[in-house]
């Protein structure tokens, strides 16, 4: 469909979880969303469609908004914002390279706000090359809400119908604090135009993070991810329990967080977050975002669909801290465990 009301323009790239999951509650916000999907895909995402809110156990209808297959259709200054939400590695490849340049071509002279959503180490510093755009027109976003499509095969835990799972395109859950969305506050006044517009919503909130806490954000919770995929993705007890390599993935984890780079807020994080709070944080976690199961979405989320992204920052990181003169050697010996770990499972497929 084709909108021409006076409403505030948002354009997302991407139609799955985070997509549809942050555009339905700017939808809900009085926001007109328009999806740039992949050629051939239009009719997939058209409108309407439904999504799974676990938090009260209903379906969403999600209708009213665009899609379009190609960036020539996109003019300038059509959009406020444009949420990128290919993950790191894809923003990497050769297709996310040739996109994120030609949107560089149509927002770089606008006055639209690009807010991407992939992490990783250089990740801000790859879209700023490869788009041509000046830092303050630049934001980074964190989906806040576990967001998953549909066909993930989680397991189903009451009170949610596995029935209204499958007529579902997306399902998401929010943590217990309401923040369906983070941006960080390097251009403030972009950052609070787009934090106004997403809290019209009122059943979903928009947080705001410093630059600094973002850097730290995008790269320092790779090492816990690693250490569950080594042990098949258990429950988080069972994770925890495992001393040897609960501690060793949190040593990880620290020498991420005081690179140099993070400064005196990444020390500060570095000597809080050892294994007893680092354990604490996602236990809680796991029990306040049932009935999603926790370990389950993390599997599917950081043990398929991001994982390689995952892994390539943990990788930056070793590189960084070599940089700087630093072993990295828990984070190293994390990465030769998750590689013979990815081996031993290819083998036994053969």
Not at 40 to 49: E, I, L, N, V, W
Not at 160 to 177: E, L, M, R, S, W
Not at 250 to 272: D, F, N, S, Y
Request: with cysteine.
């Amino acid at each position: 469909m084709t909108t021409t009301s006076n409403k505030p323009k948002i354009l997302i790239v991407g139609a799955g979880a985070v997509g549809f999951s942050v555009g339905y509650h700017l939808h809900l916000s009085g926001t007109d969303i328009t999806f740039l999907v992949r050629k051939g895909r239009k009719a997939t995402f058209d409108s309407p469609q439904k999504l799974y809110c676990y938090d009260d156990a209903t379906l969403k209808n999600f209708s009213d908004f665009n899609v379009i297959e190609n960036v020539e259709e996109i003019k300038p200054q059509q959009y406020q914002f444009i949420i990128i939400t290919l993950d790191g590695n894809a923003s990497r490849t050769p297709e996310g390279i040739d996109m994120l340049s030609k949107m560089g071509d149509i927002v770089r002279d606008s006055a639209s706000t690009v807010i991407m959503c992939g992490f990783g180490s250089g990740i801000r510093e790859h879209y700023l090359q490869v788009m041509r755009i000046p830092e303050d027109q630049l934001l980074r976003g964190i989906l806040g809400t576990l967001s998953h499509q549909s066909n993930a095969d989680l397991p189903v835990h009451k009170p949610t119908d596995p029935k209204q799972i499958t007529q579902a395109i997306v399902c998401y859950k929010h943590p217990t604090n309401g923040v369906g969305f983070q941006v960080e506050t390097n251009n403030k006044v972009a950052a609070k135009q787009f934090i106004t517009l997403y809290n019209r919503s009122k059943v979903s909130r928009c947080g705001q993070v410093s630059p600094a806490m973002f850097n730290i954000f995008s790269s320092v919770g790779f090492p816990v991810y690693a250490a569950c995929d080594i042990l098949g993705w258990p429950n988080f007890s069972t994770v925890v329990a495992n001393k040897e390599l609960w501690q060793h993935a949190c040593r990880a984890q620290g020498e991420i967080a005081t690179l140099p780079k993070h400064g005196v807020v990444g020390k500060i994080m570095g000597l809080m977050m050892g294994s007893r709070m680092t354990a604490k944080i996602h236990l809680k976690m796991e029990r306040d975002m049932l009935p999603l199961d926790y370990q389950a979405f993390n599997r599917f989320h950081h043990g398929g669909e991001v994982r390689t992204q995952d892994v390539e920052s943990m990788r930056n990181s070793v590189v960084e801290g070599q940089r700087q003169g630093r072993q990295m050697k828990a984070l190293k010996e994390l990465l030769q465990r998750v590689a013979e770990h990815e081996a031993a499972s290819q083998a036994t497929l053969k």
